[in-house]
């Protein structure tokens, strides 16, 4: 899920920005700080979205930069559990798929992909043996988040499953739509 978080923090602006505009300068020295930023807590923070409140800059003994309290508005993305989410398939193994989602990426298990028996093939795509259903690099899908690990604040690790109802890829809704339609 996309958060719009309101953080108070001292944020550093170095001297190559003296004489310029406060503003602009701790604007930027915020996005250096925190665009890309990955924390258990907050999430993934996509960009610095506004700065609401400047204070007084003090200079630092020993530093030569000056410091501002500052409060500002950071776009985040924090998965949560049981959330469902979209995204595109980016990559396909033998082991399963690997969905994008927004700033992260989530791996889906071969055996959470479809409530099937899956088989790979060399062109990169799985296939369902009874269904047919199959699923490619690029395809748009649905998917629930089962798992979150942040453990490697580097490369935090979204573990995802499609075996559920309205899951997957649409088509697949659709099919599951008309199945039930004609068991009545």
Request: hydrophobic fraction near 40%; glycine fraction near 8%.
């Amino acid at each position: 899920m996309f958060y719009k978080l309101s953080v108070k923090d001292h944020v550093r602006v170095p001297p190559i920005y003296f004489g310029k505009d406060v503003a602009q300068s701790v604007e930027k020295s915020l996005r250096q700080k925190y665009s890309g930023f990955i924390d258990a807590e907050l999430g993934v923070v996509v960009d610095v979205v506004g700065v609401n409140e400047i204070g007084e800059g003090v200079v630092v003994p020993n530093d030569g930069a000056s410091f501002y309290e500052t409060t500002f508005d950071l776009l985040v993305f924090k998965p949560e559990q049981q959330e469902v989410v979209k995204g595109r398939v980016k990559d396909i193994t033998d082991f399963g798929a690997f969905m994008t989602l927004g700033p992260v990426d989530g791996m889906i298990h071969v055996s959470q992909t479809m409530d099937d028996f899956v088989s790979f093939s060399k062109e990169k795509v799985l296939t369902g043996r009874d269904t047919k259903r199959s699923l490619k690099v690029g395809d748009i899908c649905w998917a629930r988040v089962v798992q979150i690990s942040f453990k490697d604040l580097t490369n935090p690790k979204i573990g995802l499953t499609m075996r559920q109802e309205q899951l997957g890829k649409p088509e697949w809704w659709t099919e599951e739509a008309k199945a039930a339609v004609k068991k009545k």
